[in-house]
Structure formats: structure tokens, C-alpha cells
């Protein structure tokens, strides 16, 4: 919610070069609805980097194909070819090598995967981002990237009010107070956020989404790295193995 208001201030000045009134039905309904899904996915997001290595976060990314995948057939009659299905494969693969096996469990790599509470939290918020490209696309499209951006950012700040209300409750005395301690991070938190949506957005407006989407897995290779130089996280050569094996399966469902 604190991220959400520093977006909100960042927007409130930026409005004047945008024309609202001009802007049409379609993408103020696409606009609210990808807000909402993002918002959510946002929360999932969060409590998934509470409770899981970053190393494990960032390959996870490329599910969100697998998911897109299965929504396209699901919902648009869009059926995968063999060499798709055999880049879905590759991505389950990666993923087994996210995990060091364990000496005292019996299950292998991929159950413990599938159980770890942060990873659930990471495909909840996944499922969320996949759904809620398709009218973010939409509203690129019915308007532009700025707009698509201040509105995403500002139409989020509220529904993230009513999240914290929700989950929280009479928390807010609380973590306000803890927020003012760390206020030099939320302004720069909430300006990364707004560059990554409006880059996101300007790719969104110049290349279909499966083409962005395939620019987006770069970004597992990365989180492996940092999560290992930052937080000191172990495994790297076996996570980045697997980060490198999720993009081959990506590549390989995307150029399907």
C-alpha cells in the first residue's frame, strides 16, 4: 500500500500530459480490470519474496508461459503445438533444479517445490500477472503507455487500501509506523515500480505479448545472481542451470 501511494504521487504531476476525457470506454473497463488483477498479484508477489529465495523467485517467471499457454487453450481455443508442449516440459524441468534434493525427505526435487508456501504464494501471483496482461494490452492499445500507466498506478492505490483493510485490519497505527523508518526505500521502491510499468508498457505498445514475454525471462538470470551477491543465497551454479533451461523452454513455446 506504501508502494502504491509513492506511485501516486509520482503520477498525480504527469497527469496534465494526458487527455482523459479523450481516452474511450473500452479502455477505462480494461484499465480497472488489469489494475485490479496486478494489485492482487502484487500482494501474492510480496508474500511470495517474504518466504522464498529470490534465486527460487525469478526462474519461477517463466511459468507464466505455461500458464498463458493453458488460459489460451482454455479460453480462446488456442492449441499448442508439439514443439509447445515440449517447451512446457523443459520449463517443468528447470524448475526440478530449483530445489536441492533432500537427505531427510523422501519427495523428490518438484514436490518440494510445489509445497513450499512462498512458491504457491509466487504461481497465485503468476496466474493473477498472466490474466491481467491480456487487458493491460488491451488498454495500451485503446490508449497509450503513459496513460496506461498513471491510471494503472493510481486506480491500484485505492483497491490496495481496501486490501490492507481487509487482511490487516486495525493494523494501520502500526505499520505506518514501521513504514516511516523505512521511507528512503519506499521512494525508491515506488520509482523502480513506475519505470518497470511504463518500460512494460512501451514494449507492450510496439510487440505482441508473447514476444514480451520472452524478453521478460532474461530477468531470472539476474534475480539468481543478486539473490545469491545480496542475500547470500546458495545453490547458485545448480539455480542458474535451471534459470538457463527455463529460457530454452520459454524460447522454445514461444517461437511454437
Given amino acids: 500500500m506504501a508502494s502504491y501511494f509513492v506511485l501516486t504521487l509520482i503520477c498525480l504531476p504527469l497527469l496534465s500530459l494526458t487527455t482523459p476525457t479523450e481516452l474511450s470506454q473500452t479502455f477505462w473497463i480494461n484499465i480497472f480490470f488489469a489494475a485490479l488483477l496486478d494489485m492482487a498479484g502484487t500482494l501474492f508477489l510480496v508474500m511470495s519474496l517474504s518466504k522464498t ?40 524441468l528447470g524448475s526440478y533444479f530449483l530445489f536441492p534434493s533432500s537427505q531427510d525427505s523422501n519427495a523428490n ?89 511504463y518500460m512494460t508498457m512501451i514494449v507492450f505498445s510496439q510487440l505482441l505479448i508473447v514476444y514480451s514475454l520472452a524478453l521478460f525471462q532474461l530477468n531470472m538470470v539476474l534475480h539468481v545472481f543478486l539473490g545469491w551477491r545480496i542475500f547470500n543465497e546458495q545453490h547458485i551454479k545448480q539455480r542458474l542451470a535451471a534459470s538457463v533451461i527455463m529460457i530454452i523452454g520459454s524460447l522454445l513455446v514461444l517461437k511454437a
Fill in 109 to 197: 526435487r518438484l514436490f518440494h517445490l510445489l509445497l513450499d508456501r512462498g512458491v504457491q504464494y509466487r504461481f497465485l501471483s503468476i496466474l493473477l500477472f498472466s490474466i491481467g496482461t491480456l487487458p493491460l494490452k488491451n488498454a495500451v492499445v485503446a490508449g497509450d503507455a503513459l496513460s496506461t500507466t498513471l491510471f494503472w498506478c493510481l486506480i491500484g492505490f485505492p483497491l490496495a487500501v481496501i486490501a490492507h483493510a481487509l487482511f490487516l485490519k486495525d493494523n494501520f497505527k502500526q505499520d505506518y509506523q514501521k513504514s516511516k523508518q523505512q521511507l528512503s526505500q519506499f521512494l525508491y521502491l515506488g520509482g523502480l515500480i513506475f519505470l518497470m510499468q
Fill in 53 to 92: 529465495d529470490l534465486s527460487v523467485f525469478g526462474p519461477l517467471n517463466a511459468y507464466k508461459v505455461v500458464i498463458s499457454m493453458f488460459l489460451a487453450m482454455l479460453f480462446i481455443g488456442e492449441i499448442p503445438s508439439t514443439q509447445g508442449f515440449i517447451g512446457v516440459a523443459v520449463i517443468v
